[in-house]
């Protein structure tokens, strides 16, 4: 069976940093490319970042570029998110989903989530 957990959550102040981890199991890592996807309230999901399946290649959304960082470490079967300069918009549950190839909507798994609230 298939588990992403993610971690690193919480409440933040505008201006500041977090780092979300999403540990993988129960699946070929190396063989998924993996994304991070948020949800804001009443909102629709939106992809944040992608990665792909070596790191090789890496998408960040527009909203997120030049403040966050998605990377992946294939031995220990993680991806993170490093989120610096964070803003109160960037409140959102913070999902971690896995996709058999890169650039594609389908996510063929995904974590349960992780709440980040920027306070202003």
């Known amino acids: 069976q298939v588990h992403l957990v993610e971690s690193g959550g919480g409440l933040v102040q505008a201006g500041g940093s977090l780092r979300l981890s999403c540990a993988a199991s129960?699946?070929?890592?190396?063989?998924?490319?993996m994304g991070w996807i948020r949800q804001a309230p009443g909102k629709e999901r939106d992809v944040v970042a992608a990665?792909?399946?070596?790191?090789?290649?890496?998408y960040h959304a527009d909203s997120v570029k030049g403040r966050f960082t998605i990377s992946r470490d294939n031995a220990k079967n993680t991806v993170y998110l490093q989120m610096n300069s964070l803003k109160p918009e960037d409140t959102a549950v913070y999902y971690c989903?896995?996709?058999?190839?890169?650039?594609?909507?389908?996510?063929?798994?995904w974590g349960q989530g992780t709440q980040v609230t920027v306070a202003s």
């Open positions: 129960g699946l070929t890592f190396s063989s998924y490319s």
């Open positions: 990665i792909s399946r070596s790191g090789g290649m890496t």
């Open positions: 989903a896995a996709a058999s190839s890169y650039g594609t909507a389908n996510w063929d798994y």
